[in-house]
DNA sequence: TTAAACCCTAAAGTGTACTAGAGGGTCAAA
DNA sequence: TTTGACCCTCTAGTACACTTTAGGGTTTAA
């Protein structure tokens, strides 16, 4: 697969499959005959990987040693990566608290705006916070 | 309260607090006689508020529209504000399916590592995914 | 009274993650 | 065969969110 038809399929564009590139984030991929980047077809999960662990506010470099977790028969390398999870899953779990707070926040202006009469006037999401 | 004081309360640095006044993220705060800005106690929820919500990728932007939510008896603005954060809500779902899911390719990992003999093997959290 | 700890503005510098531009080669259809 | 849509490298530029520096004034404890 191709630079342009891997940007279209997971929607980013080739400078910055080029960038993820050097920065390590995919592997250099074979070259054709004449020089184009030919992609293996798991390239499109990696890279959706990439774009979700984004949007949740991972950088580039968290996203780089995320996927680089591997478990081997090493029993060093194994305590290792069991430490780096555990480190992650606490962090994923303050993000998910985090939004919760402020989904619920959000849900209740939501909610009480026309909701009738002038309940909600002058709510703010810092008020909606304060149960 | 001054500048240093509510630096150290919500754990940021007293430029990022003046880089914040000046992106309209936090008020001016009054200033005493001599200059110096005095806060009032509520701008240590403001600040925290924006501390989770950049945790979990939220941009600056975002946020400033996220704290300027405001309800009033104006049908329009309601209606704006109802569309508004509608389209949050619905951005912060997203968020968390994809939390959840990273979530559990950690977890998977963590669970499965030197939990007996080979079985977690060169392990991924792309393999993890594909459940 | 002086030294450390605090505050001020304005401007320049940094790191991250792209994004655009220059200058070129490749390929398929008209 | 030439035009348009691709691809290449290398370098420079941009946006965002700080961070540091320069050059000062203020406050407080010794």
């Known amino acids: ?33 004449n020089g184009y980047r030919d992609y293996p077809q798991n390239s499109v999960e990696r890279l959706r990987f990439i774009k979700k662990a984004k949007l949740v506010g991972f950088t580039l470099k968290e996203i780089k040693d995320l996927l680089a977790i591997q478990v081997t028969k090493d029993e060093h390398t194994c305590q290792e990566v069991k430490n780096f999870t555990q480190i992650k899953l606490d962090e994923i779990n303050q993000k998910i ?33 304060e149960n």
Chains 1, 2 share one sequence.
């Open 1 to 33: 697969m191709k630079i342009g038809q891997l940007a279209k399929t997971v929607d980013l564009d080739i400078q910055t499959l080029r960038y993820y590139e050097s920065q390590g984030l995919i592997n250099e991929p074979q070259r054709l005959e």
């Open 97 to 129: 608290n985090e939004l919760s707070e402020i989904k619920a926040a959000l849900q209740k202006i939501h909610t009480s705006c026309c909701g009738g009469e002038e309940t909600a006037a002058h709510c703010s999401i810092l008020q909606a916070l």
